[in-house]
């Protein structure tokens, strides 16, 4: 009976602990993204969108600014 509460909790610890270093990991691995010009054109192209030469440098500085911030999601409210 304990053995078995015992691998449940394990199992339990383990999905908890995976899912937070999961988050981490990528959260890391997006921070550090760097996109070219033509990667992000072509991202744009895959969603149905096609996008001049203005349009492409303001992305381009968006994803630049985004990176100096911790939590690229969230917002501070006054």
Do not use: C, E, H, W
């Given at each position: 009976?304990?053995?078995t509460?015992i691998?449940?909790?394990?199992f339990?610890?383990?999905?908890?602990?995976?899912a937070?270093?999961?988050?981490y990991?990528?959260?890391?691995?997006m921070m550090?993204?760097?996109?070219s010009?033509?990667d992000i054109?072509?991202?744009?192209r895959?969603?149905g969108?096609?996008l001049?030469?203005?349009?492409l440098?303001?992305?381009?500085k968006?994803?630049?600014g985004?990176k100096g911030?911790?939590?690229?999601?969230s917002?501070?409210?006054k």
């Amino acid at each position: 009976m304990t053995t078995t509460l015992i691998a449940i909790g394990t199992f339990i610890l383990g999905l908890i602990l995976g899912a937070v270093g999961g988050v981490y990991y990528l959260r890391k691995k997006m921070m550090n993204m760097k996109m070219s010009d033509t990667d992000i054109a072509a991202m744009a192209r895959s969603m149905g969108m096609n996008l001049n030469q203005k349009q492409l440098s303001q992305v381009s500085k968006r994803m630049q600014g985004m990176k100096g911030t911790q939590n690229p999601g969230s917002k501070k409210r006054k």
